[in-house]
């Protein structure tokens, strides 16, 4: 009875706990956009999707951010934006497994009649 | 760490800006502040900020406790400034010294509003990320239909 | 052409053997995916109870998989139900024929 594990439904959780990771790490920089020093972090996130899991996702530091004085590069324009991103992502990803449940469901109950 | 620990630091951020706009506030309140229990004039504070370690229990089960340098931000300390205070000409001041200066601090309104202005903006960015993890968390509900 | 007990002639006709046999082996097969069926389903209500319990205890577990794991175990509980429904009511109409 493993066909509750679907490819999509897999692909699904793993899309999730990625975007919750993320959003994470956009957490992570807004939170300390004034601290000295502190180097704005992400994920490689198509790559992470590709990858079959088990150790944590990859965080790397961002390139090609501007550094202010205090050695801090957190840009306040880039972690808002991809605060809405994740947002929406985790949303999409909530719906698309939403979908796939009731489509076994669906399977499942409507043999009900046979 | 899920989405509600996500959320504990930006708590933590909404915390550190609220303590450097007191901070700010105090040091507009006092920048003309001659005369303190300590002797002299009133000396400009600033603030530091510093990563806060994820706490123990977290670091252990999640995976970004792994990627160091990543959590949530804690004051490390306020300290006063060292710049000598500005000394203005002002003999009938009761403050005065002896060659009639009286000692002002060194501090600069300007700024001192763009510092404030940088936190109500940075607590603007967290406070929306605490809505953000918040509707992800409220989103997940909808996975039991 | 049927043999007398005392004949010794030991009537190995396929009725007598197949049914028994065939019974026997759809009976093992069934039942064992059939259990095999039922412990999954139970590894998925502990895993769904694991975290679901995790959650709770502010452990750091994600609330979207202790969710999805609850809708799995569901799921599959009520592919279980249907399956047994439709046993039962084949069984029951069998039962139904009379000869």
Redesign the interface.
Same mark, same amino acid.
């Given at each position: 009875m493993s066909f509750i594990d679907t490819p999509t439904l897999s692909l699904l959780q793993r899309y999730l706990d990625l975007t919750a990771f993320r959003q994470g790490l956009v957490a992570s920089n807004v939170a300390n956009v004034d601290t000295p020093g502190y180097r704005t972090r992400d994920v490689d996130f198509q790559a992470e999707l590709q990858r079959a899991q088990e150790a944590g996702p990859q965080v790397e530091e961002v390139p090609g951010l501007v550094e202010r004085p205090d050695g801090n590069n957190v840009s306040l324009d880039r972690e808002g934006l991809l605060l809405a991103q994740t947002q929406l992502q985790f949303r999409v990803g909530v719906q698309l497994a939403r979908v796939e449940f009731r489509r076994l469901l669906t399977a499942i109950n409507e043999g009900r009649q046979g | 760490?899920?989405?509600? $620990?996500?959320?504990d630091?930006?708590a933590?951020?909404l915390k550190?800006?609220r303590q450097?706009a007191e901070v700010v506030a105090s040091n507009m309140a006092n920048a003309e502040t001659t005369r303190t229990p300590e002797g002299g004039p009133y000396r400009r504070h600033h603030i530091?900020? +510093?990563?806060a370690k994820p706490s123990f229990?977290?670091a252990l089960?999640?995976?970004?406790g792994?990627?160091s $340098?990543? $959590?949530?931000?804690e004051v490390r300390e306020v300290v006063p400034d060292s710049a000598p205070p500005l000394r203005r000409y002002e003999p009938s001041h009761p403050d005065a010294d002896a060659d009639g200066y009286v000692s002002y601090p060194a501090i600069n309104p300007v700024e001192e509003m763009v510092d404030l202005m $940088?936190?109500v903006? +940075?607590y603007e960015?967290?406070s929306?990320?605490v809505t953000?993890?918040k509707?992800?968390?409220q989103? +997940?509900?909808?996975?039991?239909? | 052409m049927i043999g007398s007990i005392g004949s010794g002639y030991i009537p190995q006709t396929p009725l007598e053997n197949t049914p028994r046999s065939s019974g026997e082996e759809k009976n093992s097969g069934f039942s064992k995916t059939l259990s095999g069926a039922m412990q999954e389903i139970n590894s998925l209500q502990a895993d769904a109870d694991v975290q679901v319990s995790g959650l709770l205890q502010g452990n750091g577990q994600d609330v979207h998989g202790a969710l999805i794991a609850v809708e799995k175990a569901d799921v599959a509980f009520q592919l279980m139900m249907q399956v047994r429904n439709k046993i039962v009511n084949a069984y029951q109409e069998v039962s139904r024929m009379q000869f």
């Open positions: - | 760490m899920n989405l509600f $620990g996500v959320m630091i930006s933590s951020a550190a800006e450097r530091v900020f +510093s990563t229990p977290q089960e999640s995976r970004m792994a990627a $340098g990543i $959590g949530g931000v $940088g936190a903006r +940075s960015l967290n929306s990320a953000a993890s509707q992800m968390i989103q +997940s509900l909808e996975i039991l239909r | -």
